[in-house]
C-alpha cells in the first residue's frame, strides 16, 4: 500500500514538473492550424470582401480563427469589425489594433464607407451589432497575436496579412511577456507556419512602382522581409488588379442583399456599377487553399524593400520568399472561386 502511494505522489510530482516551463504553466496545444487576420479595412473595399471570405472558411472548420487585427488607426474600424464578425456568429472573437499606427492622413479617415455603413439602419436599428469600441480596451495587435501564438502548437499558425506591415513588424520586434519567455522573432519561428502578405510588386513592368500597402509603412515592410523567419508568400499589385470581383455578384449573390452590410458597403465605396480588384482575396485564397485556387508560385528567393517603397525580388534556392502569379487563361477561374467562397455565408459559427 505504502510503494503504491508513494508511486502515485511521483507520478503526479513528475506531471507537475512537465507541465511547466520557466515557471508558466503550458495550456493545450491545438494541432488544428491557427490563422491570425491582419487588415486594414477601411481603406478599400476588398478588405470586407477579405474579411467575409476568412469568416466563410472559419464557419467551414478550415481553421480555428484566433483574431483579427487592424492596421488602419481609425477608431471606429474597431466598431465595423466587431460587428461584422458578430453578425457572422462570432460574439467572442480576440481583436487587437495598431495605435499610433501609420502617420498617413489617409489611415486617420473614416474612409468612404466604415461610418457610413455603421450608421446605417434598418427599422430603426444599425445593420452592424457593434459591442466593442476603442474605449473597450482592445490591445495592441501585437500583444493579441502573442497571446495568441503562446497557446498554439509549434508550426501550426498562419498569419495573413492585407494591409500594411504594422502589426507583424512590432510583433517581430516585440520583447518577453506575460504571454511567453520568448521575443517576437522567436515566437514567430517557432509557432508561425507561413506568412500570406498582399505586398510589394513583382515581375511586371506595367505595374512596376511602389506598391500601396507598402508605402503606408516602408520601415515595417523593410523589416519584416529582411527579418521574418519563414516562409512568406506576397500577392504584389499585378495579381489583384487583374482579378476583378464582378458587381453582379454584390447585386445578386449575398443574404438580404440590400441590407447586407457587405453589398452596403461595396455600394458605398464608388458608384455603381464597378468590378473591384481583388488584391486582399488573393492572399486569403492561397493561405487557405493553395492547390485549389488557380494562382501560380514564383520559385523560391528573397524580397527586399528599398527606401522608396520598391520591391526587389532575387532568386534563391535559400530563399524563404515567393510571390503569387496568375496567367491570363486562369483568370476566370480565379474570379469564380473567390466569388463561390465570398458567398458561401451558410449559418452562423
Known amino acids: 500500500m505504502k510503494k503504491s502511494l508513494i508511486f502515485i505522489l511521483i507520478s503526479l510530482l513528475l506531471s507537475s514538473l512537465v507541465s511547466c516551463e520557466k515557471g508558466r ?41 484566433l483574431g483579427i487585427t487592424i492596421s488602419k488607426d481609425y477608431p471606429r474600424v474597431i466598431e465595423y469589425i466587431d460587428g461584422y464578425v458578430r453578425l457572422n456568429g462570432f460574439d467572442s472573437l480576440s481583436l487587437g489594433y495598431a495605435y499610433n499606427g501609420s502617420d498617413l492622413d489617409i489611415n486617420r479617415e473614416c474612409g468612404r464607407y466604415v461610418c457610413r455603413t455603421l450608421d446605417t439602419l434598418i427599422n430603426g436599428i444599425p445593420i452592424l451589432p457593434v459591442k466593442l469600441s476603442v474605449k473597450d480596451s482592445i490591445p495592441e495587435g501585437y500583444k493579441m497575436m ?45 509557432k508561425v507556419k507561413l506568412l500570406s502578405i498582399m505586398s510589394g510588386t513583382y515581375n511586371d513592368d506595367t505595374f512596376n512602382n511602389p506598391e500601396w500597402n507598402v508605402l503606408q509603412d516602408i520601415k515595417a515592410a523593410k523589416n519584416i522581409y529582411e527579418k521574418w523567419p519563414t516562409k512568406i508568400i506576397a500577392s504584389g499589385s499585378e495579381v489583384g488588379v487583374r482579378i476583378l470581383y464582378p458587381h453582379e455578384s454584390i447585386l445578386t449573390d449575398f443574404p438580404n442583399k440590400d441590407n447586407y452590410p457587405l453589398c452596403v458597403s461595396y455600394k458605398l465605396y464608388a458608384q455603381m456599377p464597378y468590378d ?66 465570398t458567398t458561401n455565408i451558410v449559418g452562423s459559427h
Open 276 to 341: 473591384r480588384p481583388c488584391w486582399d482575396l488573393t492572399s486569403v485564397l492561397y493561405a487557405i487553399e493553395p492547390n485549389d485556387s488557380h494562382l501560380g508560385i514564383s520559385p523560391n528567393g528573397n524580397i527586399k524593400i528599398d527606401e522608396q517603397g520598391y520591391s526587389r525580388f532575387t532568386p534563391s534556392l535559400n530563399g524563404k520568399h515567393y510571390f503569387l502569379t496568375v496567367d491570363e487563361d486562369s483568370i476566370s477561374a480565379v474570379v469564380n472561386k473567390l466569388v463561390n467562397v
Open 25 to 65: 504553466t503550458i495550456p493545450s496545444l491545438p494541432n488544428k492550424l491557427g490563422v491570425i487576420f491582419d487588415t486594414d479595412l477601411g481603406n478599400d473595399i476588398d478588405d470586407v470582401l477579405a474579411l467575409q471570405m476568412i469568416l466563410n472558411y472559419a464557419k467551414q472548420d478550415k481553421f480555428d480563427l
Open 146 to 190: 502573442r497571446k495568441e501564438l503562446a497557446s498554439r502548437a509549434d508550426s501550426s499558425v498562419v498569419i495573413i496579412t492585407v494591409g500594411f506591415a504594422t502589426n507583424i513588424s512590432r510583433l517581430l520586434d516585440s520583447s518577453p511577456d506575460e504571454y511567453s519567455p520568448l521575443n517576437g522573432l522567436e515566437l514567430v519561428k517557432k
